[in-house]
């Protein structure tokens, strides 16, 4: 599905939506609508800070596993930097004020979902290609070697060897009979970003 709104096109793959779907059908836990809700709010996060710095998104793709926002150049003087940080700081946020909420109200609902805007933030603040961690570290460092390609390549070995070591720790989970998928999904996850990623 393809559209346009305030000038952006927004393309929402088949698969992403029946991924979505298929999550709220099968959810025992009740935590899938408040993750894809804070989730929803990173974005948001993002959004903004692209706004304010007037460097509008052209283009958003959803697909399973990703949301790739292609933006303008910016007017102002806050690039990358600060559109990058803008997303994982409303997880941070999100995750101070409910958890605050918790220590007020014993809600453990508040506290399910803090744990899950802090575990979004962490995620996101991995040092890996196609996160903004990772963004925010090829940042810093080709602004210390003032080379953006030597930065891009560092960033790359780390990922490819966090990678690995998930992948590692995921089969010692396995051989001790913990059997923990995220970990190996977020492996593979951050393995594919060391190659594919630009």
Do not use: Q
């Amino acid at each position: 599905m393809k559209f346009k709104l305030f000038g952006t096109e927004i393309y929402i793959s088949f698969l992403f939506s029946a991924v979505i779907a298929f999550m709220l059908a099968t959810d025992r836990t009740g935590l899938v609508l408040p993750t894809l809700f804070s989730a929803l709010l990173h974005e948001a996060g993002h959004l903004i800070a692209m706004w304010i710095c007037e460097c509008e998104p052209k283009s958003i793709k959803l697909v399973p596993a990703s949301i790739s926002i292609t933006r303008g150049f910016s007017k102002k003087r806050c690039g990358d930097f600060f559109v990058s940080l803008s997303g994982p700081a409303v997880n941070l946020l999100m995750f101070g004020s409910l958890y605050i909420n918790y220590l007020v109200t014993k809600n453990g609902f508040s506290l399910n979902c803090s744990l899950i805007n802090l575990a979004i933030f962490v995620f996101n603040m991995l040092p890996v290609l196609g996160l903004d961690g990772g963004v925010i570290l090829k940042l810093i460092l080709a602004k210390r070697f003032n080379d953006i390609y030597k930065a891009e390549r560092i960033v790359r070995i780390i990922t490819f060897v966090l990678g690995i070591l998930l992948i590692i720790l995921g089969i010692t989970f396995i051989i001790n009979g913990n059997l923990n998928i995220s970990v190996l999904i977020v492996a593979l996850y951050i393995l594919v970003s060391a190659f594919i990623r630009a």
